[in-house]
């Protein structure tokens, strides 16, 4: 997503349907993380499944305290500072993702403002002459972090839902993968989520939030973008970048859906396949 500040930041509300799914083997949690509510829903057969979902969270919990630009003594907020910093492994893969996205979107999107610029060098990453702010990608990345957590602990039929960021694996209870419902603006997109992550971009919960890297001023060009891919670190970014830009960018292995203003109205474009689409609400409720 594009914001971790505030309660939900930039959420098109995600809404999970759980009707009709229960057995002693189905459990859901949520919790404060993230700067949102984050829900675990997984059906299992291990008789340690609560104990899985508890340390599903506590590598949420970790992940963000160690990387998280709002937390001074993490390591963004290290390098924000003007700090060399090394990251794991994983975080330098997050950071290449952002990169390839800079690239394609012509530099709309970026996790670095006011004319800042990512360095490496010898397993040392800075930002010169700026800040970095990773609300954009950090919430996919810590959903994947989550993920793996729980395939680790061997678990097969899950799925997490960090306020507009989701991470799925296997089937729902009696279902082919997970359904959920996207709430775009005015439109509503259903589909079945499975093995893959989704994130969505919109600026209805908190206007004038998601810029154009470029040039600081507010992205306009698109109402909302829905992204379907394989990680969540991909999914978040491509529909900020996608939002940002204002256009389709290619990323393999994904699927994106926007709204945007058309004659009459709004209307979706992009890659409906997979999606079932629904009029949400009035043009001018």
Do not use: C
Not at 25 to 50: H, N, T
């Amino acid at each position: 997503m594009d914001e971790l500040r505030g309660s939900l930041g930039d959420v098109a509300a995600v809404i999970l349907l759980f009707s009709a799914m229960a057995g002693a083997a189905f459990l859901q949690q949520s919790r404060p993380a993230m700067g949102s509510l984050v829900g675990i829903s997984l059906d299992s057969e291990q008789p340690q499944a609560k104990e899985n979902i508890d340390a599903a969270f506590v590598e949420i919990e970790a992940w963000e305290a160690l990387l998280s630009e709002w937390r001074p003594q993490s390591l963004s907020g290290r390098m924000n500072a003007a700090e060399k910093v090394a990251f794991p492994a994983e975080a330098v893969e997050m950071f290449a993702v952002a990169e390839r996205l800079r690239l394609l979107s012509a530099g709309a999107f970026s996790l670095t403002w006011r004319g800042g610029q990512l360095r490496s060098e010898a397993g040392l990453l800075w930002v010169e002459g700026g800040k970095v702010d990773l609300g954009a990608i950090l919430k996919g990345f810590l959903v994947d972090r989550a993920v793996e957590k729980l395939e680790e602990l061997g678990e097969h039929n899950f799925l997490i839902d960090a306020a507009g960021d989701v991470g799925a694996r296997g089937d729902a209870p009696g279902r082919q993968g997970w359904p959920v419902t996207v709430d775009l603006y005015a439109y509503q997109v259903d589909l079945s989520l499975k093995n893959a992550s989704l994130s969505t971009s919109s600026p209805q919960w908190q206007p004038g939030h998601i810029r154009d890297a470029r040039s600081g001023a507010e992205a306009r060009q698109l109402r909302a973008v829905a992204v379907v891919a394989p990680r969540g670190v991909e999914a978040d970014a491509l529909a900020t970048a996608t939002f940002a830009s204002g256009t389709r960018l290619p990323w393999p292995e994904s699927r994106v859906i926007w709204e945007e203003d058309g004659p009459g109205g709004s209307r979706l474009a992009g890659d409906r396949k997979g999606f079932r689409i629904r009029h949400r609400r009035p043009e001018n409720p």
